[in-house]
């Protein structure tokens, strides 16, 4: 059996779920263990069902303990105290490099963020309608925006604040997607697109109207919808402009305009030097000096 941790927000459930097919898909037995990680107040919700139209099989809690040798018992908590901890658990190594190990796995916990789209190619499509989401429950604020949004020539702007102006996480993700970046991908859909339109979408809506700029939309639903239908609107957009961020990347991800262009920051983490999560997504890619590199 092969378990995958599912942890953090939206866009890294996604990316596990996605896994979780890949490797379904392949004959493997497969499950998600989400019930270590969304559990305690203060923590991230675990949305996928209650946004999509699908279920998982879930781990339990006696396999997850086989795995990862963490029983309760006495006699094998004293063993663990003798011996050291058992179990077979696989850690990804990288966040967003592919790791093509993870296929050859056949009974072991994983624990990873698998942001790639190399991980589930063979499954793309069942990935877009499972990930499909159901437009008749959204607002009328948010029906408004997706017609203002079809009916331009619209370019998503995703801008995370959030965590990512914590100090705690600067050295992972912060100086990448500056001002200079947004700036120069705007510049870049104007060349191309001079009738171009810009719709904001980010997670500080306060900051947002001070942001926003001429011919750009603050997209701002007053959270009466959840975050969720942001990523529905971006990918309505005809082309995107993203943030080193899951939750943008499936925004551009999920647009299924044929002629799209998306725009994502040179590097997506400050600690590593991985591409594989840039694979077929975007087409240009811009430091944080603003110059294109891609």
């Known amino acids: 059996m092969l378990m995958l941790q599912m942890t953090g927000g939206m866009g890294n459930q996604m990316f596990v779920y996605a896994l979780y097919k890949a490797l379904g898909n392949l004959g493997k037995q497969v499950c998600i263990e989400d019930f270590t990680h969304y559990k305690d107040i203060g923590r991230k919700d675990n949305l996928l069902e209650k946004i999509f139209d699908f279920t998982y099989r879930k781990g339990e809690r006696a396999e997850y303990?086989?795995?990862?040798?963490?029983?309760?018992?006495p006699w094998k908590r004293v063993r663990r105290k003798l011996f050291?901890?058992?179990?077979?658990?696989?850690?990804?190594?990288?966040?967003?490099t592919f790791?093509?190990?993870?296929?050859?796995?056949?009974?072991?916990?994983?624990?990873?963020?698998?942001?790639?789209?190399?991980?589930?190619?063979?499954v793309e499509e069942q990935i877009r309608k499972d990930f499909s989401f159901d437009w008749t429950i959204f607002s009328p604020?948010?029906?408004?925006?997706?017609?203002?949004?079809?009916?331009?020539?619209?370019?998503?702007?995703?801008?995370?604040?959030?965590?990512?102006?914590?100090e705690k996480f600067a050295a992972i993700y912060g100086g990448i997607c500056t001002e200079?970046?947004?700036?120069?991908?705007?510049?870049?859909?104007?060349?191309?697109?001079?009738?171009?339109?810009f719709f904001l979408f980010t997670d500080d809506a306060e900051w947002g109207r001070l942001y926003t700029k001429e011919n750009m939309t603050l997209v701002d639903c007053g959270g009466s919808d959840g975050a969720h239908v942001d990523m529905a609107l971006m990918s309505l957009c005809r082309h995107n402009i993203i943030a080193n961020s899951s939750f943008s990347w499936w925004g551009a991800w999920l647009n299924r305009n044929p002629k799209k262009k998306v725009v994502a920051p040179k590097q997506w983490l400050n600690t590593s030097e991985g591409q594989d999560i840039f694979y077929k997504l975007c087409n240009v890619r811009i430091d944080k000096d603003g110059r294109r590199v891609q």
């Open 65 to 73: 303990n086989r795995l990862t040798d963490s029983s309760l018992l």
């Open 84 to 96: 050291g901890r058992g179990g077979s658990i696989y850690q990804e190594k990288d966040a967003i």
């Open 99 to 122: 790791e093509e190990e993870i296929f050859d796995k056949k009974d072991a916990y994983c624990i990873g963020y698998w942001q790639s789209f190399r991980y589930f190619e063979s």
């Open 141 to 166: 604020k948010a029906q408004a925006y997706r017609e203002q949004i079809e009916n331009t020539c619209s370019v998503s702007v995703h801008i995370r604040r959030g965590d990512y102006l914590n």
């Open 180 to 197: 200079a970046y947004y700036r120069s991908a705007m510049d870049y859909f104007r060349e191309y697109f001079p009738e171009c339109r």
